[in-house]
């Protein structure tokens, strides 16, 4: 039987007859909270909450120091669910993380030791440092939300989010991710450096005694309680995506796989992934429906992680990004 989410003391009544709308309140509160731990980064902030919404698994790319896990953890603080945070090394086995069967002396019998894997929120740090072997053993639980230990079957708890955090490819000491494993990301979130002006206000925050290895000098508090994140995913749930909606999406992943300079195009899951982001998106603007805007801004994100250049293009200079947004370019938006 899947866990529940943590018991909490409810902290907003939650009114079933509320409109649409509920989700942009609930994500202006979460933002404003993380506002405390994280100067700027607000597509980064935005693109996460929408694949936790969305139901979906997140792989936050950038180099070290931007923020990354700072912002997993203070998300998860601020929706006040469990979290584990495990640092991907090259030595690291996959029972480290699933868990495995030890003898218990005073029962004379083998009990099943769960790994960290069992939270509502993973940060899977650097998990590119790890090799492919370890790297699979997140399939499982990423897509079935269960692991198999000693051949049982345990369920995870609800609701189970992957944020995983990785250094650009070409820094040494790293491990390409399997295109298997890429897939089971809903989406890919590519992290910059903070402009000037963001960057100025953390040293300032720094100066007044603010550090990120310790939340609590942030004031980080919970925005909602189990009932009101349910009510989130059950708002996303509902918001509407008209048949040219549908079709325009269609269009789009199906184009990847016949792009002459793409040599592996998207699968179908990405296309159910740009459906559901963009449900996300248009829900935390307040919007029962989607439309084309939510599409084209998600699409990148979605689809970047997916898709396999030929050598030749990229030896030309071109990147996944730019042949994502030749492919919007030249797919008609319905009306």
Known sequence: MEEELNPQPTLNTVNEEQAGGYVEGIYERLKAEIGKAIVGQKTMVEQIIIGFLARGHVLLEGVPGTAKTLLVRALSRSLNL??????????LMPSDII???VFDPKTVEFVVRRGPLFANFILADEINRTPAKTQAALLEAMEERNVTIDGEPHSLPVPFFVAATQNPI???????????????????????YPTSEDETNLLTRYQSGFRAQNLETAGLTPVLSPEELQQCFDEVDRVRVEPPII????????ETRTHRQITLGASPRAGVALLLTSKAMAAIQGRDFVTPDEVKSLVHAVLRHRIILRPESEI???TPDRIIQAILDSVEVPR
């Open 316 to 318: 030309e200079g071109q």
């Open 99 to 101: 868990g495995t069967r």
């Open 170 to 192: 070409e820094f040494e000491g790293t491990y390409p991710l399997p295109e298997a494993q890429l897939d089971r990301f809903m989406m890919k979130v590519i992290v910059d």
């Open 82 to 91: 469990t979290f584990i945070r495990i640092q991907f090394t090259p030595d």
């Open 247 to 254: 079709q325009y999406i269609a269009r789009i992943v199906r």
